[in-house]
């Protein structure tokens, strides 16, 4: 009898063949399995307080004076435009599921916090395309300095690897630095050899022990005005926990793309705080 689908089987194949020459991805895929399956069986995620983007904005120009003017740079729409055909021309072979790029507003939201920032040093969790990936590359490049170090574990497909930060110029590669590996295994020693970090963007798991392991990782490293940035984290209390920090600026952003960068426009949910 032919298996209905034969994912699970191909996934469980994939992960043995690491015993013997990556043993420490697989551990570390197993782990993020594993919280995955715990996340399911955790407390319903709070009511979030929330803001809207054109909010967020203000609060921003408010703090820094120049929020709206960064948003309307030829360099964002040059990198919107690109990433814009890229992730159309590949749609007919994508191995990533759409949903997993950066949306619109997270992206220009990455930037904006670059240009806002000046950062020497960036780093981010998750990569998959590589949207966001370019857009703070696009940002450091209009800045004049920095890099970017994105820590990311892609799935286990070799097709995946061809899409792997394919929506990052080759001209803005020089600044980038890409760490192969599970954040809980990559980021402390980064951390460490970066010295304090200006900017921070999570988007891998999205779930409360990976966040939350993350955010204690990075906000002691922060300088003062430095800014955390996390996608999807509507999904559980990582997030809202940083209030205890007392940060600067904590804002839960609730709102609707008008140009997104794939399909159709959709609901986002993203944070962003300052220490």
């Known amino acids: 009898m032919p298996i209905r689908n034969p994912e699970p089987l191909r996934t469980a194949a994939l992960l043995l063949s690491l015993i013997t020459h990556r043993p420490r991805e697989l551990f570390d895929r197993a782990a993020g399995y594993a919280d995955?399956?715990?996340?399911?069986?955790?407390?319903?995620?709070?009511?979030?307080?929330?803001?809207?983007?054109?909010?967020?904005?203000?609060?921003?120009?408010?703090?820094?004076?120049?929020?709206?003017?960064?948003?309307?740079?030829?360099?964002?729409?040059?990198?919107?435009?690109?990433?814009?055909?890229?992730?159309?021309?590949?749609?007919?072979?994508?191995?990533?599921?759409?949903?997993?790029?950066?949306?619109?507003?997270?992206?220009?939201?990455?930037?904006?916090?670059?240009?806002?920032?000046?950062?020497?040093?960036?780093?981010?969790?998750?990569?998959?395309?590589?949207?966001?990936?370019?857009?703070?590359?696009?940002?450091?490049?209009?800045?004049?300095?920095?890099?970017?170090?994105?820590?990311?574990?892609?799935?286990?497909?070799?097709?995946?690897?061809?899409?792997?930060?394919?929506?990052?110029?080759?001209?803005?590669?020089?600044?980038?630095?890409?760490h192969r590996g599970a954040s809980r295994r990559i980021l402390p020693p980064l951390l460490q050899n970066t010295g304090p970090l200006d900017l921070f963007v999570h988007d891998s798991l999205h779930t409360r022990r990976n966040m939350r392991r993350e955010f204690e990782a990075v906000w002691p490293r922060l300088r003062p005005g430095g800014v955390l940035l996390a996608d999807d984290v509507e999904r559980n209390r990582a997030f809202t926990d940083l209030r205890q920090k007392a940060p600067t600026l904590w804002r839960i952003v609730r709102d609707r793309e008008t140009a997104p960068l794939h399909g159709p426009a959709a609901p986002v949910v993203f944070g962003m705080a300052i220490r």
Do not use: K, M
């Open 36 to 178: 995955l399956v715990l996340e399911r069986f955790a407390a319903a995620p709070p009511a979030h307080e929330t803001t809207t983007w054109d909010e967020a904005l203000r609060d921003l120009d408010g703090l820094y004076g120049r929020a709206r003017r960064i948003l309307e740079e030829p360099a964002l729409e040059e990198i919107e435009a690109r990433t814009r055909r890229l992730l159309e021309d590949i749609r007919p072979d994508d191995a990533f599921s759409q949903r997993w790029a950066a949306d619109s507003l997270f992206a220009r939201l990455c930037y904006l916090s670059c240009r806002l920032v000046e950062p020497v040093v960036v780093i981010e969790t998750g990569v998959a395309y590589g949207v966001s990936s370019a857009f703070l590359l696009q940002a450091l490049n209009e800045n004049g300095r920095g890099t970017l170090h994105s820590v990311d574990l892609p799935p286990l497909r070799r097709e995946y690897e061809r899409h792997w930060g394919i929506a990052v110029p080759d001209a803005l590669r020089d600044a980038w630095s890409l």
